[in-house]
């Protein structure tokens, strides 16, 4: 069974755009929460993490929302750019462990 | 700093061969981990490691083997080759991981079974 459901699929967005990406857990011993960027032929590479004791963290375009009691967290990329057309993945896993539980991924396109 | 190097980038295999993906590490950290990337499923955790002579299962780990001699390397071995296995394959190294920290990944071996 997926234990992190991603949705949606795949996205199109405007440049300038907002996009989001929504992902939803089931294991509450999960207490990292990283998304990851990955370009066609290349390996995953982090783009932003968050603890769930934060229920929002920032980094440049890239920001993430965490709501614990709904066991939810999303991504907002903000002014989508066309370089932003990538796979994302959703994933968790237990603080100072090393077993990532990847969500299905979306395929983002940002159409200029 | 070369970072997690994989190799083979591209395999194709007949059903029943066995072979070996390899993955190495230069940056001394003590976990790694392979994991297979397929269409809709995302990635998936076959096997993994916390340090060198210590490994253990993941999710999918039937039909591999692993083992982990040296903190650099972690090879991944394929018994018996079924079309089933047909994926990219990416192994991926790390400290414990919290904000700040990070797993790096190789940038993956594409795997055909005919």
């Known amino acids: 069974q997926q234990q992190v459901k991603q949705s949606p699929q795949s996205l199109i967005v405007q440049k300038g755009g907002i996009s989001i990406i929504n992902c939803a857990y089931e294991?509450?011993?999960?207490?990292?929460f990283p998304w990851y960027q990955q370009f066609p032929g290349k390996g995953p590479a982090l783009l932003i993490a968050?603890?769930?004791?934060?229920s929002e963290k920032k980094e440049g375009r890239f920001t993430i929302s965490f709501n614990k009691s709904a066991k939810q967290f999303s991504l907002h990329i903000m002014d989508s750019q066309p370089g932003d057309s990538a796979t994302y993945f959703c994933a968790a896993s237990q603080e100072y462990g090393n077993k990532l539980v990847f969500g299905a991924g979306t395929i983002l396109r940002v159409k200029s | 700093n070369a970072g997690v190097t994989q190799t083979p980038k591209f395999q194709v295999l007949k059903t029943g061969q066995s072979m070996t993906l390899q993955c190495a590490q230069d940056?001394?950290?003590?976990?790694m981990s392979w994991y297979r990337q397929d269409p809709g499923m995302g990635l998936r955790l076959i096997h993994y490691s916390v340090g060198a002579g210590i490994t253990d299962q993941g999710e999918v780990p039937n039909g591999y083997n692993v083992s982990r001699s040296t903190t650099e390397d972690f090879p991944l071995r394929l018994l018996s080759a079924a079309p089933s296995q047909t994926s990219v394959y990416f192994c991926a190294s790390s400290q414990r991981l919290t904000v700040g920290t990070e797993a790096f990944f190789g940038q993956g071996t594409r795997l055909t079974v005919v």
């Open positions: 294991n509450t011993a999960f207490d990292y």
């Open positions: 940056m001394n950290h003590e976990y």
């Open positions: 968050i603890r769930p004791d934060v």
